[in-house]
């Protein structure tokens, strides 16, 4: 069984490192964006292939805790927000 969902996950959270890059040059969200990105698809890459989701669970409560923490100081939807929301 293909995880599409959790493939497109880490796209879009690997694209959000970019983006964060782009728009503001900011070093650590392309780190972080590329990492997490980069284990999420690691992950999905798991439950395809040995259905193992323990990398997957894992890593979508701690980049769904700690966007969520930030979203709720910074009161604003985008991007903490919006990854809190897909995960």
Do not use: C, E
């Not at 694209?15 to 690691?42: C, D, N």
């Not at 980049?63 to 939807?77: I, N, Q």
């Amino acid at each position: 069984m293909q995880d599409y969902l959790g493939f497109a996950y880490a796209i879009v959270v690997a694209g959000g490192g970019i983006m964060g890059y782009v728009q503001a040059k900011s070093i650590p969200s392309l780190a972080a964006g590329l990492v997490f990105g980069s284990v999420i698809g690691f992950g999905a890459y798991q439950v395809t292939a040995h259905n193992r989701v323990a990398v997957s669970l894992v890593t979508s409560a701690a980049l769904g805790s700690m966007m969520g923490f930030r979203a709720y100081k910074s009161g604003k939807f985008m991007p903490a927000g919006l990854i809190t929301a897909i995960r």
